[in-house]
């Protein structure tokens, strides 16, 4: 199963709303996950089985589906959100990422 | 808290063998799956095996497959990955992860350490 994430770097401003977009190869139901990672850093776990926030991270994130199609949004940048995201699948093995969402400041 | 703290890691020739381990605390590591993910200087995440809670399911990505091992010891809350024909592409961050958080019959990845380096280099 392949993971296309999209687009692989965006530029945007505190205060925008953004938007990461994950296209799963197959269909995989809700087994995906979002991570960030900002630099010399373990990834975070950001949202697990499509929509459901991980404990701790701030509702500013949301995650959804449609069919094959998962979105990452946050309504609301803030300086600490400028970092790389991941996608990652857990229908079947092996669990492979995504390639990558760089979002740095405009 | 979840603590996962990564050993081992170093510089090794084409060809040679590493043993990384991974030391976890704060939570009932004989309960969980757990992973191993790796990062390639510059590049993205790659997730590389997998281990159930009793050691006795594992899975691995294509490429390390017969070359990789991954296991665990609960009784020392450990786990480990022996790399053997150690490549120069095996070069990575390896990240050792804890499974903790489930919903709809998976575990996510949701507690990491802070990686090993290993340098496969001439």
């Known amino acids: 199963i392949q993971l296309t994430q999209s687009p692989s770097s965006l530029s945007a401003s505190v205060g925008d709303r953004v938007t990461i977009t994950c296209r799963a190869s197959q269909g995989i139901g809700s087994h995906l996950a979002w991570y960030q990672q900002k630099p010399g850093k373990a990834p975070d776990l950001l949202i697990y089985?499509?929509?459901t926030l991980q404990s701790g991270v701030p509702s500013r994130f949301s995650g959804s589906v449609t069919g094959t199609d998962f979105t990452l949004t946050i309504s609301s940048l803030q300086p600490e959100d400028f970092a790389t995201y991941y996608c990652?699948?857990?229908?079947?093995?092996?669990?492979?990422f995504g390639q990558g969402t760089r979002l740095e400041i405009k | 808290e979840v603590q996962l703290v990564e050993s081992g890691g170093g510089f090794v020739q084409p060809g040679g063998s590493l043993r990384l381990s991974c030391a976890a605390s704060?939570?009932?590591?004989?309960?969980?799956?757990m992973d191993w993910v790796r990062q390639a200087p510059g590049r993205g995440l790659e997730w590389v095996a997998n281990i159930g809670p009793n050691g006795g399911d594992k899975n691995y990505v294509d490429s390390v497959k017969g070359r990789f091992t991954v296991s665990r010891d609960n009784a020392k809350n450990s786990l480990y990955l022996e790399m053997n024909s150690l490549r120069v592409e095996d070069t990575a961050v390896y990240y050792c992860?804890?499974?903790?958080?489930?919903?709809?019959?998976?575990?996510?990845?949701?507690?990491w350490g802070q990686g090993a380096l290993v340098n496969v280099s001439s």
């Open positions: 990652q699948h857990l229908k079947s093995y092996p669990f492979t």
């Open positions: 089985a499509a929509s």
């Open positions: 704060g939570f009932f590591f004989g309960n969980y799956w």
């Open positions: 992860v804890a499974a903790i958080v489930g919903m709809g019959g998976r575990m996510y990845l949701d507690s």
